[in-house]
């Protein structure tokens, strides 16, 4: 199968899904093509840079992490507050 014909076969199946299996197969295509991207993105951040995000996650694994809702609001009282 060339590329063409993978396409058309790719459509037909996708265009006679319904309902949740069309978004469930919607999801997935997203999933493929945007890992792909976050992948290159990965790759592209300094070794310090991923290093900090590595250290952020280790400390959300531990119960370390803080809600957004109270990070934002010490950042307007910080940056309102002035």
Known sequence: MNSAEIKIDLFRKLDSLKG???EEAY???LNYINGKNELDDW???TQ???NAIKLGIEQL???EGRE???VMSDIRKRYTDA
């Open 20 to 22: 949740n299996r069309l």
């Open 27 to 29: 999801g997935i295509v």
């Open 43 to 45: 790759k592209n951040l």
């Open 48 to 50: 310090e840079q991923q």
């Open 61 to 63: 694994d531990k119960g």
């Open 68 to 70: 957004h809702k109270k």
